[in-house]
């Protein structure tokens, strides 16, 4: 189920991506991970896959992780406590542990995920390269949501995700940082951008995706695109 209620987009675990995907409350108000979500898999994948599994398979990689990221999400934790289910509301990273690895105890699901809309003035984009192998490797995915001030003139606000970046979904907070504190995004900046998020991410050669050094570069590439994208959108915004 994907609804909007009390001033949050939420999304049930069993959501499957293609259902994300094709959602047009989540391509107007969190377009990153509707366009994360399309990239996964095959359409065979996608009509099956769900979104509450590609949390809690834990990988940094995890296109729509990815997105949710960027939108700054919250997931509902479901246990069983004493015969009662008592549900809690975490931020998305304390999920992860490690490659591969939830935080989550025996007695625990995750049942739904929330984040704020995208309004007036906000926009959001995601892109990634991939190696085909069968299935689509990412060998690096990155989202970005920004805001901008009322008069449409400075970015405000900037939350940009890579992945994989490091053992978990990555958030590139200095990067983010540098952009707020420009305010605009004109080339000089977005260079800056791109240093900080380089040298800021954990990355590794992995032998079925890519090496440590393409990744590096890659960073450039994706910030290049998404960045101008979600700012476009965020100026269109209404």
């Known amino acids: 189920e994907i609804r909007l209620e009390d001033g949050w987009v939420w999304v049930g675990a069993a959501a499957t991506h ?14 990153c991970l509707s366009e994360g979500c399309g990239v996964v898999g095959g359409p065979q994948v996608r009509n099956v896959a769900t979104i509450g599994g590609n949390v ?7 296109d729509g992780t990815i997105g949710l990221l960027a939108l700054g999400a919250q997931a509902e934790v479901s246990a069983l406590v004493e015969g009662q289910v008592v549900r809690t509301w975490r931020p998305l ?22 984040f704020r809309p995208t309004g007036p003035g906000e926009g959001s984009a995601f892109d990634r390269i991939m190696r085909p ?21 400075r970015i405000v606000e900037a939350s940009i995700a ?17 952009l707020v504190s420009a305010g605009r995004l004109d080339d000089a900046t977005l260079e800056a951008v791109i240093v900080a998020a380089q040298g800021q991410a954990r990355l590794r050669t992995s032998k079925h995706r890519a090496t440590k050094a393409y990744r590096h570069e890659m960073i450039g ?12 959108r965020a100026q269109r915004a209404p």
């Open 18 to 31: 293609a259902q994300i995907e094709e959602s047009p409350l989540i391509r107007q108000h969190g377009t």
């Open 162 to 178: 890579l992945g994989p970046a490091g053992p978990i979904p990555f958030r590139a907070t200095e990067a983010e940082q540098a």
């Open 133 to 153: 192998q069968g299935v689509a490797l990412p060998i690096l995915g990155a989202a970005a949501r920004l805001r901008l001030d009322e008069p449409g003139e």
């Open 56 to 62: 809690a398979h834990a990988l940094p990689a995890a």
């Open 93 to 114: 990273l304390a999920l992860f542990a490690g490659p591969g690895r939830n935080t989550l105890a025996p007695h625990e699901m995750i049942s739904a995920f929330r």
């Open 221 to 232: 590439v994706l910030l290049r695109r998404i960045l101008p994208r979600a700012l476009a």
